[in-house]
């Protein structure tokens, strides 16, 4: 199975993750500028009517297109349950104990039902009793510490969350872009 590949644009600036077949398509329409990284992939396809051969296409795991991609048309990444918990290392921000996944929610720092937005410097992860105990009231009205402070992941912070299954080249060429490497 072919991993996502990751798109740049000419600059060399992350754009996001594509399908293999994606990244063929835009071999076969000569859009690939550039690769980067080191791994590389064969796919095959069907063969020639006349001759007989079949034919191939290598695709590098790190591509540059040129074309017009956008990157974040509101500014932010999208925030998602699962890039949160991963953001926060799956780590209640209140109580600082390591959960599993389905044990944990998103908590608004600022309650929603007190204007509050559904924003990344506003959500954190918390475990179940954490977010009971805090209920509607803010971390100080609660008497809970936040262990962190809420921010918003860059692009290329983004990718790295919301890919579950990222080459070693293209973790390596990620973290480059990263102002936050250490926090990873």
Not at 11 to 37: D, F, H, K, N
Request: net charge positive; with cysteine.
């Amino acid at each position: 199975m072919i991993p996502s590949i990751l798109k740049l644009d000419a600059g060399g600036l992350p754009v996001g993750w594509i399908r293999w077949q994606s990244a063929v398509t835009l071999y076969a329409r000569r859009r690939v500028c550039w690769e980067a990284g080191d791994e590389r992939f064969r796919v095959s396809g069907g063969y020639n009517a006349r001759t007989g051969e079949r034919s191939s296409v290598e695709i590098g795991s790190i591509i540059a297109v040129a074309d017009r991609a956008r990157r974040f048309a509101a500014g932010a990444p999208l925030l998602t349950n699962r890039t949160l918990f991963q953001r926060d290392r799956n780590l209640c921000l209140y109580c600082g104990m390591q959960f599993a996944h389905s044990a944990l929610t998103r908590d608004h720092v600022v309650p929603a039902s007190r204007g509050g937005g559904t924003i990344w410097e506003n959500c954190v992860t918390a475990c179940a009793r954490c977010n009971h105990k805090k209920a509607d009231r803010t971390p100080e009205e609660a008497g809970m510490k936040l262990l962190a402070v809420p921010y918003t992941p860059n692009l290329a912070e983004y990718l790295i969350l919301s890919n579950r299954r990222i080459l070693a080249d293209q973790m390596e060429f990620l973290l480059s872009f990263s102002a936050k490497k250490a926090h990873l």
